[in-house]
C-alpha cells in the first residue's frame, strides 16, 4: 500500500511542476521586454533605500537627497547595531512570523480540507462567515480584541503579536480553493489501498499542496513581519519590541534618525526577500497547478 501512496503522490507532484518545466525552456518573448522596465521600476525605491543606508547623514538631510551617495559608509550600520536592540528585535520578529508560518500551515489546511471534501451540516455557511470577516475593517475589531487581550493577560509580551497571526480566513480561502483543484481519483485510489481520511491527508493530499502551502507561508511572513498597527498598540515592552516596532521608535516628533530607518529597514527586507528566492519555485507552481485539474 506503501508503494501505491508513494507512485500517487510522486505522479501528482510531477504533473503539477510539468508546466514549469514547460517554461524554463521558453525563449525570450515580447513579454519580457515589456516586464523588465516594470522589475526595473519597482527595484528603484529598494535600490534608493539601500544606497541611503550607506550614505553620510547630513546627505539625508537635503532635499532632494542624492540617489547615490558622494561616498559611502557604514556609520548607520554601526550605530544600528551598537545603539540599539536591533538583534532582539529580529528575533521576536523571527519568533512570530516562524509561528504564524507553522501555525498557518497547519490549521489553515486542515479546514481547508475540511471544507472542501467533507460533508457536514453547515459547511457552507461556516465558510461563509469564515469569508465575510475579511471584509470587517481591521480598525474596527481593534478595540474589542485589545480588551479581550488584555482580560487574557497576552499585552506587552510576543503572544499578542502571534495569536492574531495562528490562523487567518484568507489562509482558509486559499487552500480550500486549492483542495477543490485537486481530482478526487487520488483520494479514492488511496480509500480503496485502506487508507482512512487522516492518511489520504498526510500521505497523498499533503505532498500535492506544496505549491499552495508555499504561498501561504509567503503571504503570513508578509502578513507578520511588516505587521506594525497592532503591536504598537498592544506591546509597550521595548523586550518584546518587533522590528517594525523598534524601526517605528527612530521616527521622533521633533527629529528623525534617517541614517538608523534606512539601515533598519534594508536589514528588515533582507530577510524577506531571500525568502521569497528560497520558495518563489514554489509560488508559482501554485499558479500552473490547475493543468493537473480535469
Request: hydrophobic share 55%; net charge positive; proline share 6%.
Amino acid at each position: 500500500m506503501a508503494t501505491v501512496l508513494t507512485d500517487i503522490s510522486q505522479a501528482g507532484f510531477e504533473v503539477a511542476h510539468e508546466p514549469m518545466r514547460r517554461g524554463r525552456r521558453r525563449r525570450l518573448s515580447g513579454w519580457h521586454f515589456v516586464l523588465l522596465p516594470i522589475a526595473i521600476l519597482f527595484l528603484v525605491p529598494f535600490l534608493q533605500m539601500a544606497l541611503a543606508s550607506f550614505s553620510p547623514a547630513k546627505e539625508l538631510l537635503a532635499f532632494p537627497p542624492p540617489f547615490i551617495p558622494s561616498h559611502f559608509t557604514l556609520d548607520g550600520y554601526v550605530k544600528l547595531f551598537s545603539e540599539t536592540d536591533i538583534l532582539r528585535w529580529l528575533v521576536n520578529t523571527v519568533i512570530v512570523a516562524t509561528c504564524a508560518i507553522v501555525s498557518n500551515i497547519v490549521l489553515c489546511s486542515l479546514a481547508g480540507y475540511g471544507f472542501a471534501r467533507l460533508r457536514f451540516a453547515g459547511r457552507s455557511v461556516g465558510f461563509i462567515m469564515i469569508l465575510a470577516t475579511i471584509m470587517i475593517p481591521t480598525q474596527l475589531l481593534m478595540i474589542p480584541t485589545y480588551i479581550l487581550f488584555a482580560k487574557l493577560g497576552l499585552l506587552n509580551g510576543l503572544g499578542a503579536a502571534i495569536v492574531p497571526w495562528l490562523a487567518t480566513a484568507f489562509g482558509i480561502f486559499l487552500m480550500r480553493q486549492f483542495f477543490l483543484s485537486l481530482p478526487v481519483d487520488l483520494e479514492e485510489a488511496g480509500a480503496i489501498d485502506g487508507c482512512n481520511r487522516w492518511q489520504i491527508f498526510f500521505r497523498i493530499v499533503l505532498p500535492l499542496a506544496r505549491p499552495a502551502l508555499a504561498t501561504l507561508a509567503i503571504f503570513t511572513l508578509l502578513g507578520a513581519w511588516n505587521d506594525l498597527v497592532w503591536p504598537l498598540i498592544a506591546i509597550n515592552n521595548p523586550a518584546a519590541f518587533t522590528m517594525q516596532l523598534g524601526i517605528a521608535n527612530f521616527q521622533g516628533a521633533h527629529q528623525t534618525d534617517w541614517s538608523l530607518i534606512m539601515a533598519g529597514n534594508v536589514v528588515a527586507t533582507l530577510p524577506l526577500i531571500l525568502f521569497f528566492l528560497f520558495a518563489q519555485r514554489q509560488f508559482i507552481a501554485t499558479m500552473t497547478f490547475s493543468g493537473l485539474k480535469g
